[in-house]
């Protein structure tokens, strides 16, 4: 199997950074051990003004036998020939996608300790790779990897027989893309894609195989118009890891597109002269109340659910009472923007031990937030379709059970007073639903009674007479001596709930 990756450059700006990149000289010619055979990275050309890196992975079929995966190696277990006589030396596949994640591994999480300037540079990039098998075609071939940024993409069928046109072109292609891209990105795309086009895995696949999807699928996969597609075909067509990826990626293309607190109609203000006082945006008063309801409750060690890009994690940290602050988010990419906000590599020691940033899906029941003294919610809930509030109820109050959570939700009604929201519209896109100020009271006391709390309620916001407040917030206080109040099967929510170590 074979693959090169070619940029251009200049004096100033040489192509050859792309060594550092890879950590791997240009100068050398490096092997590597693999399961499956060696693999060999050298550079054919190395200048200021293009480089190109080659990797060459040599199987060898009989370690891939041996290895007892002969339905993996293109015949039936059975069929003793097949397994050593077939494609997979020479076509691109779940075998390369391996050796890429092994030896390009610095650069496949996008790290760079040399030059950690050039990790997040867009490049020139040349991708060609000679044999690749494509069940589906060209056509699908460009359904992948035209959404994602490439200018150009031309898979080339192989045919059959060069002498003999008439039997047509075989299900390989001959790969060639060019644009500017990150090359965490183009690395990332190809440990996916590759499996994907070949339809096929060399090995078993695991419930650990849903996040290594999401690791590389962070920032691209999630709004891909064909991640079911993917999804399906990496996971090997396993029913159950499918959906499980699929709701994940749901909730983490929702947090993307929210960013977290970047709604225009929240941020928006009236326009005012000079000498006149700006009014506080609305996300701004929001945190502010959920702050003085966190201090109102004496919470210390204090969860935030869908934290996003951290602006409250931020806000927390401030205040020395809080003395464990837990951001949660289903996007690496806004835990990874969130720990730029809080500048975690530069927090001196004991200001680090104070907070944590960790991945994890709502939907989902999770033991490492069990035992916190609160949980925030703060505009995540409208983020979902109502089928999965369910889910969510659970692993917050069910599971979780921290002794206060917060929740607040935009409240519908007052969307007539946004003069630049169009009538009957959502306030974002990605909102599922948007709730009167009856409907919130109706879902919270529901789920209050369902799991042992009271809620009260408290506007956000300049309450209009008519309409309410623009934002409203539930405050769930734990009944008191109640800890161990589980979920009524009755309602669904619970045996039927995924229980806790199937989440990522």
């Not at 007892?68 to 003793?80: S, V």
């Not at 690496?332 to 590599?345: C, D, N, P, Q, V």
């Not at 929740?407 to 948007?434: C, I, K, M, Q």
């Not at 539930?474 to 161990?484: E, I, K, Q, R």
């Amino acid at each position: 199997m074979f693959l090169t990756i070619t940029t251009t450059g200049t004096a100033a700006d040489p192509a050859t950074d792309l060594g550092f990149l890879l950590h791997k000289h240009p100068g050398k010619a490096q092997a590597f051990a693999t399961s499956h055979g060696s693999a060999h990275v050298f550079y054919p050309e190395a200048t200021a003004e293009r480089c190109t890196a080659a990797l060459l992975l040599e199987v060898d079929p009989v370690a891939l036998v041996r290895r007892g995966q002969g339905k993996g190696c293109g015949g039936a277990p059975d069929a003793a020939l097949a397994q050593y006589v077939n494609d997979r030396p020479y076509a691109a596949s779940s075998l390369l996608a391996v050796a890429l994640g092994k030896v390009f591994r610095s650069a496949l999480n996008g790290r760079c300790a040399a030059r950690p300037e050039l990790v997040d540079r867009v490049r020139p990039l040349r991708i060609e790779i000679p044999a690749l098998p494509a069940r589906g075609g060209p056509e699908l071939v460009h359904r992948l990897f035209d959404p994602l940024g490439w200018d150009l993409v031309r898979p080339e069928p192989v045919p059959l027989d060069e002498q003999f046109p008439e039997w047509g072109d075989s299900r390989y292609v001959r790969l060639v893309m060019e644009g500017e891209l990150r090359l965490t990105d183009a690395l990332r795309q190809l440990y996916v894609l590759l499996p994907v086009l070949d339809d096929a895995k060399h090995y078993w696949v695991a419930p650990d195989e849903v996040d290594k999807l999401l690791r590389a699928g962070d920032g691209w996969l999630a709004a891909h118009p064909d991640n079911a597609l993917i999804t399906s075909r990496y996971l090997a067509r396993h029913k159950r890891l499918t959906q499980s990826a699929l709701e994940r990626l749901e909730l983490a293309r929702l947090a993307e597109a929210d960013g977290s607190e970047a709604e225009e109609l929240d941020n928006a203000v009236d326009e005012t002269t000079d000498t006149e006082e700006r009014p506080v945006p609305l996300a701004v008063r929001r945190r502010e109340a959920v702050l003085a309801a966190l201090r109102s409750a004496g919470a210390a060690r204090v969860l935030d659910l869908g934290c996003g890009q951290g602006q409250l994690v931020q806000e927390l940290l401030k205040d020395v009472s809080f003395t464990e602050i837990v951001g949660v988010d289903v996007s690496m990419r806004a835990l990874g923007t969130a720990a730029r906000r809080l500048r975690l590599e530069r927090m001196g020691e004991k200001q680090a031990q104070r907070v944590r940033l960790l991945q994890g899906s709502l939907a989902y029941t999770d033991k490492r937030l069990a035992g916190y003294d609160a949980a925030v919610l703060s505009e995540v809930i409208e983020h979902l379709d109502l089928p999965r509030l369910p889910a969510l109820e659970y692993a917050v109050f069910g599971s979780a059970r921290p002794r206060t959570v917060l929740v607040t939700t935009p409240n519908a009604e007052y969307n007539v007073r946004w003069e630049s929201l169009p009538a009957g519209h959502v306030r974002h896109a990605d909102h599922r639903f948007e709730w009167t100020r009856a409907e919130f009271r109706e879902w919270a006391g529901a789920v209050a009674g369902r799991y042992g709390y009271t809620a009260q309620f408290v506007p956000v916001g300049d309450e209009d007479p008519e309409v309410g407040p623009p934002t409203q917030m539930a405050v769930f206080t734990l009944a008191a001596g109640d800890t161990t109040h589980t979920a009524d099967t009755d309602t669904g929510t619970g045996t039927d709930t995924p229980k806790e170590g199937e989440a990522a």
